[in-house]
Nanobody, 123 residues
Framework: VQLQASGGGLVQAGGSLRLSCTATGRMFRNNGMGWFRRAPGKEREFVSSISWRGESTIYADAMKGRITISRDNTKDTVYLQMDSLKPEDTAVYYC?????????????????WGQGTLVTVSS
């Protein structure tokens, strides 16, 4: 059971990145999925989540309007499109699979976690 996050990198402020998270070893088509991040010296925080069919999404206020979460269940992959990036968005971004069919802001709702992908936004 693995979640593989990718798509991070170095980008200038105002730029865009699309993160991907692919599940291997087990299909996550019936699970809600979430993205979290941990900035240097800070606690892990919620970014976004999506329900198993993609009809329900939640966004953190800090990034609302600049990010879009989506999923392709035929590929067991969830995406996080990030636009208008700011230096304060610099963090390691983690994807996670929920214990239920819906996403949540609560880390305790998630059972499996990916290894993270680093996003660095330069000013």
């Amino acid at each position: 059971v693995q979640l593989q996050a990718s798509g991070g990198g170095l980008v200038q402020a105002g730029g865009s990145l699309r993160l991907s998270c692919t599940a291997t070893g087990r299909m996550f088509r019936n699970n809600g999925m979430g993205w979290f991040r941990r900035a240097p010296g800070k606690e892990r925080e919620f970014v976004s989540s999506i329900s198993w069919r993609g009809e329900s999404t939640i966004y953190a206020d800090a990034m609302k309007g600049r990010i879009t979460i989506s999923r392709d269940n035929t590929k067991d992959t969830v995406y996080l499109q990030m636009d208008s990036l700011k230096p304060e968005d610099t963090a390691v971004y983690y994807c996670a699979a929920s214990r239920s069919s819906f996403g949540s802001r609560d880390t305790a709702s998630y059972q499996y976690w990916g290894q993270g992908t680093l996003v660095t936004v330069s000013s």
